[in-house]
């Protein structure tokens, strides 16, 4: 099993900036794509971004040019860069990882607040 503890969120003015992180311990060989969703109130859970072993990085045409989602192997740890933020993207934001040997495990979730 994989399990994932986030941090990094918080309150901040638009146009500023903050880094996720998520880190993973247990199998974490078996992870095959990492991703970041983000869910606010009244709105579906929204895939913002991913990355595959051996694939591009993908993004929700709203944080294009914005975020970017990166990975640290030798400590195990995720990331989500959040530059220009905008009120829009308050949420609370989970990470994802994906394997065969370990199914789909989630992060706790950690509240991104953007204030205008």
């Known amino acids: 099993q994989v399990q994932l503890v986030e941090s990094g969120g918080g309150l901040v003015q638009a146009g500023g900036s903050l880094r996720l992180s998520c880190a993973a311990s247990?199998?974490?060989?078996?992870?095959?794509?990492m991703a970041w969703h983000r869910q606010s109130p009244g709105r579906q859970r929204e895939l913002v971004a991913l990355?595959?072993?051996?694939?591009?990085?993908q993004y929700v045409d709203s944080v294009k040019g914005r975020f970017t989602i990166s990975r640290d192997n030798a400590k195990n740890t995720f990331y989500l860069q959040m530059n220009s933020l905008k009120p829009e993207d308050t949420a609370v934001y989970y990470c994802?990882?994906?394997?065969?040997?370990?199914?789909?495990?989630w992060g706790q979730g950690t509240q991104v607040t953007v204030s205008s």
């Open positions: 247990g199998s974490t060989d078996s992870i095959v794509t």
């Open positions: 990355t595959n072993r051996a694939g591009p990085t």
């Open positions: 994802n990882v994906l394997g065969l040997d370990i199914g789909s495990q």
